[in-house]
């Protein structure tokens, strides 16, 4: 290419190449939009779930700053804690919800 056309070559940010790069993109692991939204493959403790977060201090439609867990815990009617998580069990959190009841003095009953 001569000194002329150089000058008025166009250089356009493009994608690398996905073979020169050394690991994959988010589609190509099939992740989703959120990581926060994974499911991790190895089992977990419910404590362990319960400290997983899947947006971490972003606006919500109102403007206020919010933090959403991936897991919501809740306890069963036997005593013992279930982790739920936010988009998978989605219809169940908002069956528990529809269940809470709150008394007179604010205190929650379930």
Known sequence: M????????INQP????SDSR?????????????????IADESQ????????VAV???????????TVPTYFVVDEPNGEK????HV?????????IRQARVDENGNRIW
């Open 56 to 66: 971490d201090d972003v606006p919500d439609i109102t403007g206020d700053r919010i």
């Open 14 to 17: 493009v994608s690398e190449d």
């Open 2 to 9: 001569t000194d002329k056309n150089q000058e008025n070559k």
């Open 22 to 38: 050394e690991e994959a993109n988010v589609k190509e692991r099939n992740l989703t939009a959120n990581p926060g939204d994974r």
């Open 88 to 96: 998978k069990d989605a219809e169940e959190i908002s069956d528990v």
């Open 45 to 52: 403790s419910v404590e362990d779930k319960s400290q997983q």
């Open 82 to 85: 279930k982790a739920l998580h």
